[in-house]
């Protein structure tokens, strides 16, 4: 009884596995992204573009001009 007890549940744990093994992403296929691979300058027409300018070290300016970005970004209609 305990050996047939044994081999079931060998059996659901290994059935659990390749279910969750077959559920996982694989990704997309190299070849749906391989023209990525080579660099590639687009043009573009004209765009608006939101500006912060900031004076001094980025490490300290940064952290503000960024979250002025964003903050003025989000406030934006449309």
């Known amino acids: 009884m305990k050996i047939v007890l ?3 549940v060998v059996i659901a744990v290994v059935l659990v ?3 969750v093994w077959m559920g ?5 296929s190299l070849e749906a992204v391989a023209h990525l691979r080579t660099p590639q300058i687009l043009e ?3 765009q608006q573009v939101l500006q912060v300018r900031a004076k001094g070290d980025p490490n300290v300016v ?3 001009a960024f979250g002025l970005l964003m903050k003025t970004y989000f406030r934006l209609k449309g």
Do not use: A, F, L
């Open 17 to 19: 596995g390749v279910v």
């Open 62 to 64: 940064g952290k503000k």
């Open 44 to 46: 573009m027409g004209p």
């Open 6 to 8: 044994i081999v079931v």
């Open 24 to 28: 996982m992403p694989k990704g997309p």
